[in-house]
């Protein structure tokens, strides 16, 4: 999978649109990642992971990290819509200083969540092991970008 185009690019489409800043939106993304974090650790501490709650596992970390997202473009006055909106989102972290890994690895996981969500696909459980991973690890760089 590639990078995101650039987060110029997707302003230009009219995917990305300056709008007022959001500051309640953002917060109540903030306190609802922060929630879904503490339950997915909850859940992955009684049950681990497994064929059974993988794709699930899967998708509350895309939700986690996509929330942070934009909530930080909330809190910058950007908002997003349509086709691509997803992926536009994600381009917004290269402007936050991420890196090209980071921002690859966020771009893919779109990729696979939406296979699920859209296609039925089935996901392993080493995918979900290296999502959470990646979640943990990247968790705490968004939470820093939206204080």
Known sequence: MNLPRQFEDYIKQGI???????????????????????????????????????????K????IIMELIRAKLFLTGYCS???????????????CGFS???????????YFRNSVTYYGKILGVEYSKQVVEFTKKIYKKLKEIVK
């Open 100 to 110: 090209d890994n980071d921002i690859l690895f966020i771009n893919d996981l779109r």
């Open 60 to 63: 509350d970390c895309y939700d």
């Open 16 to 58: 990305i649109k300056e709008c007022s800043i959001n500051k309640s939106r953002a917060n109540f993304l903030i306190s609802e990642t922060e929630k879904t974090f503490r339950g997915l650790n909850k859940r992955l501490e009684v049950m681990g992971i497994d064929e059974d709650n993988a794709n699930s596992i899967i």
């Open 81 to 95: 819509a349509g086709q691509f909106a997803h992926e536009a989102e994600i381009s917004y972290l290269k402007k």
